[in-house]
């Protein structure tokens, strides 16, 4: 559930409280947003027992002065979720598939969505790798491809039915001419601190894999 509040003491606390009265237990909170108008963006993982709708959270946290919900959707039940750091040390044990492990993780690091790997393929569409939930329709034509600098992707009209309602933006592996793409199906927004983060964290992939012990093996062999 993403919710903005007040930066202020105590409103997050009063988010908590109305969500324990709707019968929610709150699993976990990411601040996602520090906004330059005096609120926050967060996003909350809670757990609703059975028979509740997800409606009454929304209702609950309206009941707080200046809070509004933005979006709600379903985490499934015993998804992994990943932090940043946690990917950094999946991808370091693993470092020559560092950018495939990044895109198998992204739904857990940003709590929703899916992610794609692109090759260097010129403009049209074809999926190296795909984590649960992505929209694999090779053969797309893609006026976003390929991307040069992070993007904020523009599904037009003409896109294959699995990218409608898409909100997505990609970031260019700079040293392969391949691409990852971080979407959601229909919502929240992608902020662009949640761009941010995964700049930064392609950025990491592209090091950790050309650090990799291995690698560097292969380079003193060809010098």
Known sequence: MRVVVPDRPGSLGAVASAVGTAG???VGVDVV???GDGFVVDDFLVDLPGGRLPDTLVTACRTVPDVTVEFIG???PGASL?????AVEAMTDDPDRAEEILVDLVPGIFRSGWGLLLPAAGSTLKVQRASGGAPEDDGYEAPWLPLTEPTRIVVGPDAPEPWHDVVAVGVPVDDTGQAIVFGRDGGPRILDSE???LVHLVALAQVIRRTSPAREADDAATA
């Open 74 to 76: 379903h985490y499934s």
């Open 195 to 197: 761009l941010a983060r």
């Open 33 to 35: 947003e520090h906004r």
């Open 24 to 26: 929610g237990d709150i």
């Open 82 to 86: 990943h932090r940043d750091l946690e």
